[in-house]
């Protein structure tokens, strides 16, 4: 019986001491364990009107400081400010998974400005956003220039998931996959992958892949995109220097596309349809087309409006429906498809 009673307090002793070790540093600093978080416990307050953005961002990096781990979003309307800057919008850490109700919504605020994020991925590695909807403010907008309004803007990031969002009416695009800096040493995003997502009706493109490699998308039905040029489905479409010159790293690599479905808005004063898919060098038409995109598989889809590959090098297209014109530069294989009209670029 004494045995078992001393038995007994050591196992305490052992799991004081393991509290001690997980709660305090070295110093003796308290270093709170956050792998689950709740944005109401940070000030959230879903329907009220009121400006959320800065509870998210405390309870994203309450979990980023600690390791990393899950911020919960109940179902509701929270209103969040969209900014152009850097340390501004939804900014997420490193080993964060944003995990929203399928009947969240972030509400985006009215702005001004030409650029802006809703949700910020920048210089982060191991980011899930899952769930949720991010509604734009494409009619409400406090100003008539700009086109780079992102309701997720990812920058120079790693192993980033996005996955189940509705992603709909937005001053720019509904995705944007690129860089900080075309000029410096951290250059573009990898391992991207968007599935299950709805992405439509936002002012530019509903995808724009600027700067990224190893990026699959499937499983998404990304629609309407219609406002200002070039109301792509999605726009493979890296930032060229003068001349159409494109760097070796500026070069997107292994885009997979699959089990997707793109439907373009039908335009008016053409005699066809906007782009569903683009890959182009918007230096192509005078002559200087350098490659912008190699390794391009598109599977099992189906595309409802043009399709261009003017600046795509192994382009391959699989079991996919062109219900639109095929324009191309660059040849393209394709193994049972249907194109509805298929035509050479003279320039």
């Not at 919504?105 to 702005?111: A, T, Y």
């Not at 192993?159 to 992603?167: D, E, K």
């Not at 190893?214 to 726009?235: F, M, S």
Request: with cysteine; proline share 2%.
């Amino acid at each position: 019986m004494r045995k078992e009673i001393v038995w007994g307090s050591v196992i305490k002793t052992v799991f004081a001491m393991c509290a001690v070790m997980v709660f305090f540093g070295p110093a003796g600093t308290l270093k709170v364990s956050a792998k689950d978080v709740n944005v109401k416990n940070y000030g959230a307050v879903a329907d009220d009107k009121m400006d959320d953005t800065d509870a998210f961002n405390a309870a994203i990096e309450t979990a980023g400081k600690t390791g990393g781990g899950t911020v919960r979003v109940p179902a509701g309307r929270y209103y969040i400010s969209a900014s152009p800057a850097i340390n501004e919008g939804i900014c997420m850490w490193s080993n964060v998974k944003l995990l929203m109700s399928p009947n969240t919504i972030l509400q985006v605020r009215p702005n001004p400005y030409e650029t802006y994020h809703v949700i910020n991925v920048f210089g982060v590695t191991n980011v899930d956003i899952v769930g949720g909807q991010i509604r734009g403010e494409r009619y409400r907008h406090q100003g008539t220039t700009g086109e780079y309004g992102m309701g997720i803007r990812v920058r120079d990031s790693k192993n980033v998931l996005i996955q189940n969002v509705t992603i709909k009416d937005n001053w720019g695009d509904g995705i944007y996959l690129g860089t900080m800096n075309d000029y410096d040493s951290l250059y573009g995003c990898s391992k991207v992958t968007i599935k299950g997502c709805t992405i439509s009706n936002n002012r530019r493109n509903n995808i724009t892949i600027a700067d990224a490699n190893l990026v699959n998308i499937e499983n998404c039905v990304i629609k309407n995109a219609n406002g200002i040029a070039p109301q792509c489905g999605i726009d493979i479409e890296p930032n060229v220097q003068d001349g159409g010159f494109i760097q070796e790293n500026q070069v997107c690599k292994s885009i997979n596309i699959k089990n997707t479905k793109i439907t373009c808005v039908k335009s008016g004063n053409t005699k066809g349809e906007y782009f569903a898919l683009m890959i182009i060098n918007n230096w192509f038409s005078i002559g200087k087309n350098k490659t912008v995109a190699e390794n391009v598989k598109i599977d099992n889809c189906n595309l409802g409006g043009y399709v261009g590959n003017y600046s795509g090098k192994n382009v391959s297209m699989r079991k996919t429906n062109i219900k639109g014109t095929f324009i191309y530069l660059r040849n393209t294989k394709f193994k049972n498809c249907k194109v509805k009209k298929k035509e050479r670029w003279n320039g």
